[in-house]
């Protein structure tokens, strides 16, 4: 069974740092693109991050770029998601998210909420 | 890096079938079969249901199915029941430099 499990959410300052994690279980980790998106309150989701298996390829929204940070480390199944300069609108819940090139978004974790305020 | 769009809200009665939309343009929808759908009820992550396009992943009913017409795909649950009661969200690959865009989501009422 396929699991993904984030933690690393919480409340941090504007202009503030947070390092969000991924667990993943179930599956080869390694072998499959990996994804972040996340929910503003209220709002719908927005595609933040993908990173390819070996973690050489990147891509981000435009919002975070030079911000976030995605990574991987394969050899302890995890994905990563650095944040920095963290502002007000950064303020939602981030989903981890197994990414297949054919069949989208197919797994996700049950989210971690990061809240920016002062 | 545009969201696609998609109606606010649809409506229908129990056994009713409704049709979401989910417009794009010629760089994303319109420029791949990889238009994906994801249910969410409220407080719960995002459940795949649809894939490229029109497949569903095993586990889903066959009450859902997608299709595309150039920019637009759609969603359409027929036998509409309490439980599809829930917010739907379009995605489709965008690029190699964009890679995912999402619509901005559609609340279903079951009446």
């Known amino acids: 069974e396929v699991q993904l499990v984030e933690s690393g959410g919480g409340l941090v300052q504007p202009g503030g740092s947070l390092r969000l994690s991924c667990a993943a279980s179930g599956f080869t980790f390694s072998s499959y693109w990996m994804s972040w998106v996340r929910q503003a309150p209220g709002k719908g989701l927005e595609w933040v991050a993908n990173i390819k298996q070996d973690g050489s390829e990147k891509y981000y929204v435009d919002s975070v770029k030079g911000r976030f940070t995605i990574s991987r480390d394969n050899a302890k199944n995890s994905l990563y998601l650095q944040m920095n300069s963290l502002r007000a609108e950064d303020t939602a819940v981030y989903y981890c998210?197994?990414?297949?090139?054919?069949?989208?978004?197919?797994?996700w974790g049950q989210g971690t909420l990061v809240t920016v305020s002062s | 890096q545009s969201a696609l769009t998609q109606p606010a809200s649809v409506s229908g009665s129990p056994g009713q079938s409704i049709t979401i939309s989910c417009t794009g343009t010629s760089s994303d929808v319109g420029s791949y079969n990889l238009v994906s759908w994801y249910q969410q009820h409220p407080g719960k992550a995002p459940k795949l249901m649809i894939y490229e396009g029109s497949k569903r992943p095993s586990g889903v009913s066959n009450r859902f199915s997608g299709s595309k017409s150039g920019n637009t795909a759609s969603l359409t649950i027929s036998g509409l029941q309490a439980e599809d009661e829930a917010d739907y969200y379009c995605?489709?690959?965008?690029?190699?430099?964009?890679?995912?865009?999402f619509g901005g989501g559609t609340k279903l009422t079951v009446l």
């Open positions: 998210a197994h990414y297949d090139f054919w069949s989208g978004l197919d797994y």
């Open positions: 995605c489709s690959y965008a690029g190699s430099s964009t890679r995912v865009v």
